[in-house]
Antibody
Framework: EVQVVESGGGLVQPGGSLRLSCEVS????????MSWVRQAPGKGLEWVAS????????YYVDSVKGRFTISRDNAKKSLYLQMNSLRADDTAVYYC???????WGQGTLVTVSS | EIVLTQSPDTLSLSPGERATLSCRAS??????LAWYQQRPGQAPRLLIY???TRATGIPARFSGSGSGTDFTLTVSSLEPEDFAIYYC?????????FGGGTKVEIK
């Protein structure tokens, strides 16, 4: 059975940092691109970042470039999102997505507010 | 950036009716288009990839068509669990982008 479990969300002040984690089981993690997608309250889906299976390439939406870093540990079957200089408009549920975009976690809520 | 425009914003239909959803890309995405369903309080679920291939476990009443810039998701006969929001996504170019969504609601 495939499981994708995110953690690390919470309330953070503007300008602060947070690190999201995602643990995967049930598919060969090291074979697949992994991604983060977010959804602001009441809004649609927004792709945030993706990373190649071996970690050698990363891609980001413009609004997070220079502030967010995606990384992975294939030995631990884990994906990460380091988020720095957080802003109010980063408030969203963050989903970890893997395999061929058919494996989604339940999401972790990040709230940026003073 | 490739912009995806979905229409209509809302579709009001009854169970058993046919739903036709549209997704238009601002430039060609070839066949690198996917469709997702999101029910309230749930994560999105992949329905269709490569424009017309059903994902594992997706019922045959869901079908996708199109290529280039114009795509369609069809639900042949709506079941109660199909009332949800549907998003298209292009995977042709970085940055990956999603459409704004179409809500299929019960009439």
């Amino acid at each position: 059975e495939v499981q994708v479990v995110e953690s690390g969300g919470g309330l953070v002040q503007p300008g602060g940092s947070l690190r999201l984690s995602c643990e995967v089981s049930g598919f060969t993690f090291s074979d697949y691109w992994m991604s983060w997608v977010r959804q602001a309250p009441g809004k649609g889906l927004e792709w945030v970042a993706s990373i190649k299976p071996d970690g050698s390439e990363e891609y980001y939406v413009d609004s997070v470039k220079g502030r967010f870093t995606i990384s992975r540990d294939n030995a631990k079957k884990s994906l990460y999102l380091q988020m720095n200089s957080l802003r109010a408009d980063d408030t969203a549920v963050y989903y970890c997505v893997g395999s061929s975009w058919d494996c989604w976690g339940q999401g972790t809520l990040v709230t940026v507010s003073s | 950036e490739i912009v995806l425009t979905q229409s209509p914003d809302t579709l009001s239909l009854s169970p058993g009716e046919r739903a036709t959803l549209s997704c238009r890309a601002s430039q060609s995405v070839s066949s690198y288009l996917a469709w997702y369903q999101q029910r309230p309080g749930q994560a999105p679920r992949l329905l269709i990839y490569d424009a017309s291939t059903r994902a594992t476990g997706i019922p045959a009443r869901f079908s996708g068509s199109g290529s280039g810039t114009d795509f369609t998701l069809t639900v042949s006969s709506l079941e109660p669990e199909d009332f949800a929001i549907y998003y298209c996504q292009q995977r042709s170019n970085w940055p990956l982008t999603f459409g704004g969504g179409t809500k299929v609601e019960i009439k």
